[in-house]
């Protein structure tokens, strides 16, 4: 164990746990607004159990890193452009994405008939739920692992940041899920970093770079005005409640 805890594995560690809960947002806000849907008796299981198929796709992921490399290799090519398995997978789920994004915007700005605890979905809609976040846990993932890969030379050392990073995750997602399902403002702004993300996956399968680094900071900056704005409503409420 030696080696494992030398002090450049520490700091390769510490960084990149960082890094994967910093790229795990997305994931743990896709999951807060599908489980919105489930019977509250239901929703701390597919909270669990999605962010534990995310964990157990990326280590299979990690071990599996030279098929993962394979999918780079062009398949065909369409217009000039050569089109790779990961391109494929990309686009796939940009526009599953996208399409999700839509329609539960749709959804929340036109008004929804029922809550979703009175729609009484059963064991369907939770395998449902289930097969859509393992989905988009294979597209998150790409991120995840090839980060790992490249800031850390020991594969152990991934695992553990993943777990790490998972742990925190499955801690926080509760809250998280919480949070923005009571603030249909919050909610609505999640769903458009969702889009933004489908679209530059999209993007991404079409060979286009896009520097991840403006779209975290875009949300980063949007979800700060929003914070401010319920800041601001807050205070507006108790003004008007003291008036009374």
């Known amino acids: 164990m030696g080696p494992l805890l030398s002090a450049d594995n520490l700091l390769a560690l510490a960084t990149l746990t960082a890094m994967e809960i910093v790229l795990g947002i997305d ?31 990326r ?63 059963g064991r369907g809609a939770l395998l449902g739920v289930l097969v859509q976040i393992l989905l988009l846990d294979i597209v998150f993932s790409f ?10 030379n020991d594969v152990w050392i991934m695992v553990i940041a993943m777990i790490l990073a998972m742990l925190v995750m499955l801690l926080s997602a509760g809250a998280v899920g919480g949070f923005v399902d009571r603030h249909p403002s919050v909610k609505i702004l ?13 993007a991404e399968g079409m060979g286009t770079h896009v520097n991840k680094a403006y779209i975290y900071f875009a949300m980063a900056f949007a979800l700060f005005v929003e914070l401010l704005n319920l800041r601001y409503r807050k205070g507006a409420r108790a003004a008007r409640a003291r008036g009374r």
């Not at 089109?83 to 599953?96: A, P, Q």
């Not at 991120?143 to 850390?152: H, L």
């Not at 999640?190 to 999209?202: N, Q």
């Open 27 to 57: 994931n743990v806000v896709f999951i807060a607004i599908l489980v919105a849907r489930l019977p509250a008796n239901q929703q701390e299981l597919a909270r669990r159990v999605g962010l534990s198929l995310a964990l157990l796709v």
């Open 59 to 121: 280590i299979g992921l990690l071990f599996t890193i030279s098929w993962m490399m394979g999918l780079t290799a062009p398949l065909f090519s369409v217009f000039g452009h050569e089109v790779s398995g990961r391109d494929l997978i990309l686009l796939g789920g940009g526009l599953f994405l996208i399409f999700k994004s839509t329609w539960e915007i749709y959804a929340k700005v036109e008004g929804e008939p029922h809550e979703p605890h009175e729609r009484g979905p």
């Open 143 to 152: 991120d995840s692992v090839i980060t790992a890969v490249g800031m850390a």
């Open 190 to 202: 999640a769903l458009s970093f969702l889009l933004l993300i489908g679209v530059m996956l999209v």
